[in-house]
Nanobody
């Protein structure tokens, strides 16, 4: 059974940093594309970043991030990280990680509709 668990959320002041973790099990981690998404109540879920298979290592980022977030992975720990720097109040959201086999356009286009497996979200709150 494929399982994903996001963690590392919390309360941080504007300008601060957080690192989210996405731990996976039940699948060969390096063979899947792992994406990060976020959602604010009442708004559509939006794509943030995606690593196109840890063995490949290609990463894709939403343009609005302006280089503030970085995805990395530790295959030995079956974990993908999202390092978030220069956080802004507008980054406040529930953050999710998701996985999909590394073919198709879901990862490069950060299309949440194309992701197959989802973990529970972790809440990030950025105060002004």
């Amino acid at each position: 059974e494929v399982q994903l668990q996001a963690s590392g959320g919390g309360l941080v002041q504007a300008g601060g940093s957080l690192r989210l973790s996405c731990a996976g099990s039940g699948f060969t981690f390096g063979d899947y594309a792992i994406g990060w998404f976020r959602q604010v109540p009442g708004k559509e879920r939006e794509g943030i970043a995606c690593m196109f298979g840890a063995k490949d290592g290609s990463t894709y980022y939403a343009k609005f991030l302006k280089g503030r977030f970085t995805v990395s992975s530790d295959n030995a720990k079956n974990t993908v990280y999202l390092q978030m720097n220069s956080l802004e109040p507008m980054d406040t959201a529930l953050y999710y990680c998701a996985a999909t086999p590394p073919y198709g356009s879901a990862c490069p286009t950060l299309n949440y509709h194309g992701m197959d497996y989802w973990g529970k979200g972790t809440l990030v709150t950025v105060s002004s």
